[in-house]
């Protein structure tokens, strides 16, 4: 059974970080692509960053470019993604969603690909 759950979500001010946390768990995550996506109220969930396993690469929102990393600790089953200069659009409920095979909705930050889902957590950027 795949699970995947997320954390780390808060309110945080306009130019503060935070750190989400996905720990999964399940049948051959460990070779599955995997990333961030999120929903904004009143707009189309958006895939944020993901990490393709079959190349081991990154892929980002171009809004978040040189804001966001996202990394992976297999050893202990958890993705990050690390958040610095956040703004006020960048309120949404993250979400952390997995792809088994292949790894095109991943690269192409397509949300209606991916596999299996968590089920969020909110950031909120207020001042």
């Known amino acids: 059974q795949v699970r995947l759950v997320e954390s780390g979500g808060g309110l945080v001010q306009p130019g503060g970080s935070l750190r989400l946390s996905c720990v999964f768990s399940?049948?051959?995550?460990?070779?599955?692509?995997i990333g961030w996506f999120r929903q904004a109220p009143g707009k189309e969930r958006e895939g944020v960053s993901c990490f393709t396993r079959r190349d081991e690469s990154t892929y980002y929102l171009d809004s978040v470019k040189g804001r966001f990393t996202i990394s992976i600790n297999n050893s202990k089953n958890t993705m990050y993604l690390q958040m610095n200069g956040l703004n006020p659009e960048d309120t949404a409920v993250y979400y952390c969603a997995t792809e088994f095979y292949g790894g095109n909705s991943c690269r192409a930050l397509r949300p209606s690909g991916m596999d299996y889902w968590g089920k969020g957590t909110l950031v909120t950027v207020s001042s």
């Open positions: 399940g049948h051959n995550l460990h070779y599955s692509s």
